[in-house]
């Protein structure tokens, strides 16, 4: 399919940030091409259970990191030129150099781990040059990757190990030799080779590779074209497109910029024709592309980065990061229906075949009931084969899967092809079920891995393994089966299948290039911020700064994650900030009596780093989107951060109210209130902030909807004025309390002690406690408290009156959260049983907002209303 100078334009865009910018042919080029590919299949090998089965090509952890990095600075250096001036059709002989010379750093422990394992902590002279090396290698392929500012705060962290005991009294620290930092930061898992680059081997390249993969094999065609055949007849459709096909694509897509492209090319000039602008158009495009990395199950990588943070399980991160993606998705959708009834924009998209109401509801009605029925059967009976025939239960599962999969491809056989294109000239709204039968094969990796994760209990990355094997197998065997359907020649879709296929998995390795280098150049960051104490002393200084106030601390991170992802990806963002500010903020809660839980504090970094790619000056997916719009990228971004301002508001929400993260939810009733008024809360702050609700709004009217926001997100702080959620018992009923609470309730308790400087301090900590185990279900009273507290890594003793913590479990729940060993329990939060719900104010918050509604459905009907141009705003 040939492409216009624009499409031309995007893709050189995205080969320049995600792949390289280098499209090299020739030997070379197949060089590239083959490193790449065996890097794919080593990942794949390495998340498989075959290496244990076969008792073969075993790698432990830091051998896969060391492979997985000196492959990644290899093909940094051959995929990446040095500057936008150089040649991107030959490698010259100075990269070839380097890219061997990095590789052999990169990959150092894996090729001399025995003899280094030999002799730990005493650093040859051959080790020191090596790591010496390596790390200015990694720095400039850092640079050539994702820009030159990761890479000076890299250099500069380095300096700050060196010149510590030169430096003022509050960042001094004694210093490293340079032997200390090599061994620190290259010959150990404490720097370059951490956890950071442990979860891009593990989990991330797997996924990043399923996202590939899907893209090859034309699902997200397949979505964009689903998301037209059932919005496009709305009014603002084309908008409404961009957000629906943005969250999809974004579920397995880790790039703002790609997922830009993939659907603004064809969004962009749709909405600009419908009446939106370019501005407006653009914005929309990057505010729901830049969202897609906050959607499960990838979210731009940082769920698995999370699973080792915080210590939770992959389907708890996913459990808690649902509600807060569908909310900022859910508003989008309506900030754009504002925007429609704004600008008088009407439907634009025709219907290929009109039908009366009632066909189109039994068409669809078929569709959805007979696709509910095939995926339950495939349910039921998968389940009911590992009760009963347990040794045939894969097998019988991956059968019943193949004639699914083949009934699949039949039945789309016998229809035509979708358009790879949405026509912006003769826009036409395809029929819904005809659209959704032609690929809902694309389901079934997808349906894989849900099957693993939630079913099967699998680890996410060998979850990974078996739908990107799912995916492997369709995209060879798919287009060879339609043709036999289709009674044609098997032998050119046999090919193609092979090529795109090939050609998936080494564009899924090239993509991980940038995200292999951010996780090195991230955990050589983190080494340095372990090696000096810097964390110790940020804490003293978010202290200092925000004056022991929760609310200008979390200001005051949000910033710093602002100005730091203008100049290095989410991903390295995230990371940074885990490490340096997220338990900085725990800890200081902590000591304002404050329980924020650690995966709350988490999100909230992860999600203003990812701001930065919507705000000015430096967001690629900006420029991405104006290059298509043709606007200036300054206006698109200023838009884009008006519109993700709904997503800036959210973090600072379940930081303080966790029921938004789906913590302490108690049955599905609570859970139900919760989402609806969390989606009201959503609704009332989209309609504020766009001053337009039916009508334009009034000032108060706007602050009407601010003070409902507000009651429905945070209804416990009006609760609270009311009765206490938590009255203090002495510490000597803890055991009793930890008996009594619900599986999943926090035991929250306040302690005082020393810390490691001498500093006599208090604070509240909190654990949530887990349903007793089989063997232990029959204890009841204390000993059950003392069992529930032990699961979660605590240690209880009792002197008299005094209640001590005599340990807490590395690497424990309890330690994440703060409870500190040796230190006096005095007092216990007892669950307060005489509070009102807090879900009353909800009431009084839908009279308010169905107050505004019902003022300006009056002034709708006997007012004539403005229509704004699309250059205007309110």
């Not at 029921?659 to 989209?686: C, K, N, Q, T, Y």
């Amino acid at each position: 399919m040939s492409t216009t100078p624009i499409e031309h334009e995007l893709q050189q865009l995205v080969e320049e940030v995600d792949r390289g910018g280098r499209t090299t042919t020739g030997v070379f080029g197949a060089i590239v091409f083959a490193v790449a590919l065996c890097w794919a299949f080593f990942q794949l090998w390495y998340a498989s259970p075959l290496p244990f089965t076969f008792h073969f090509a075993i790698f432990n952890d830091t051998e896969a990191r060391a492979l997985h990095l000196g492959i990644a600075m290899f093909l940094a250096y051959v995929a990446f030129p040095a500057s936008k001036k150089s040649n991107r059709e030959r490698i010259p002989i100075y990269d070839w150099i380097l890219a061997l010379l990095a590789g052999f750093c990169g990959a150092y422990l894996f090729l001399f781990y025995k003899d280094l394992a030999l002799r730990p902590g005493i650093p040859t002279t051959t080790d020191v040059v090596t790591a010496s090396i390596g790390l200015m290698l990694l720095l400039e392929a850092t640079r050539r990757a994702l820009g030159a500012p990761m890479t000076a705060l890299g250099a500069v962290v380095i300096l700050y190990v060196f010149l510590g005991p030169w430096l003022p009294d509050a960042l001094a620290h004694r210093g490293a030799s340079i032997e200390r930092l090599a061994s620190h930061m290259w010959l150990t898992t404490e720097g370059v080779f951490g956890v950071a680059l442990g979860v891009s081997v593990s989990y991330i390249f797997i996924f990043v590779m399923l996202g590939s993969l899907l893209d090859r094999c034309g699902a997200g065609n397949y979505m964009m074209q689903v998301s037209f055949s059932l919005l496009g007849h709305l009014r603002g459709g084309p908008a409404k497109v961009a957000v629906m096909s943005s969250a999809v694509n974004g579920m397995v897509s880790a790039s703002s910029t790609a997922n830009v492209v993939t659907t603004g090319i064809f969004t962009i000039p749709l909405m600009k024709r419908a009446g939106y602008g370019g501005v407006r158009a653009g914005a929309i495009e990057t505010a729901a592309s830049a969202d897609g990395q906050i959607m499960p199950p990838v979210m731009g990588a940082a769920a698995f980065l999370m699973i080792e943070y915080v210590g939770i399980p992959y389907t708890e991160i996913i459990k808690h990061a649902l509600l807060p993606a569908m909310l900022s998705y859910i508003s989008l959708f309506y900030i754009v229906h504002l925007e429609a009834l704004k600008l008088g924009i009407q439907p634009m998209l025709g219907v290929a075949k009109e039908r009366t109401l009632l066909q189109k509801i039994s068409r669809i009605g078929m569709g959805v009931s007979g696709t509910a029925i095939v995926i339950a059967l495939v349910y039921w009976v998968g389940v009911g084969a590992q009760q009963l025939v347990p040794q045939y239960a894969f097998g019988i599962l991956v059968s019943l899967l193949v004639v699914l999969y083949v009934g699949l491809v039949g039945m789309a056989s016998r229809y035509d092809d979708l358009p790879e294109t949405v026509s912006v000239t003769d826009p036409v709204r395809p029929e819904v079920w005809a659209t959704v039968r032609t690929g809902l094969f694309f389901l079934i990796p997808i349906g894989i891995l849900v099957w693993s994760l939630t079913i099967e209990r699998l680890s996410p990355g060998l979850s990974a393994f078996w739908a990107v094997v799912a995916m492997i197998v369709l995209m060879f065997t798919r287009k060879p089966l339609q043709a036999f359907f289709r009674k044609q020649s098997i032998r050119a879709p046999l090919v193609e299948g092979f090529k795109d296929t090939f050609g998936g998995l080494q564009a899924g390795a090239r993509n991980m290039i940038g995200i292999a280098l951010a996780c090195g150049t991230a955990g050589l960051i983190v080494g340095a911020i372990t090696l000096t104490g810097l964390g110790l002393r940020m804490t003293a200084f978010v202290e200092l700064v925000s004056m022991g106030n929760v609310l200008i601390m979390l200001g005051f991170t949000a910033v710093v994650c602002l100005v730091l992802g203008l100049g290095m990806p989410t991903t390295a963002n995230y990371i940074l900030m885990a490490t340096l500010m997220a338990p900085v903020v725990v800890e200081l809660g902590a000591q304002n009596g404050l329980v924020i839980p650690l995966i709350a504090v988490h999100m909230f970094v992860f999600y203003y780093g990812l701001m930065a790619d919507i705000t000015p000056p430096v967001g690629l997916a900006t420029f991405a989107a104006a290059a298509i719009a043709g606007e200036d990228p300054l206006r698109i971004g200023i838009q884009g951060f008006k519109y993700a301002i709904r997503t800036a508001v959210l973090p600072f929400m379940f930081v303080f109210n966790p029921l938004l993260l789906l913590i302490g939810i108690d049955g599905p009733f609570e859970l139900i209130v919760v989402v609806a008024g969390a989606i009201v809360g959503s609704l009332a702050f989209a309609a504020a902030t766009m001053g337009w609700m039916r009508v334009r709004s009034t000032a108060l009217e706007i602050i009407v909807c601010l003070l409902v926001t507000f009651m429905m997100f945070r209804p416990d702080w009006f609760m609270d004025y009311i009765a206490p959620k938590y009255t203090a018992v002495p510490a000597s009923q803890i055991y009793e309390v930890a008996a009594n609470l619900k599986p999943g309730d926090p035991i929250v308790v306040k302690i005082e002690g020393m810390n490691i400087e001498g500093d006599e301090l208090s604070k509240t900590v909190a654990v949530p406690l887990g349903a007793l185990p089989g063997d232990a279900a029959d204890l009841r009273g204390p000993e059950a408290g003392r069992k529930r507290l032990s699961d979660m890594g605590v240690g209880i003793m009792t002197l008299g009156d005094r209640v001590q913590i005599s340990n807490v479990g590395f690497g424990s729940q309890a330690r994440r959260s703060g409870w500190e060993q040796g230190w006096d329990v005095v007092s216990v939060q007892k669950p307060n049983p005489d509070r009102p719900s807090e879900y009353l104010l909800f009431l009084p918050a839908l009279f308010l907002i169905g107050f505004v509604w019902w003022r300006q459905g009056i002034r709708l009907r006997t007012e004539p209303q403005p229509i704004l141009q699309p250059g205007q705003s309110v």
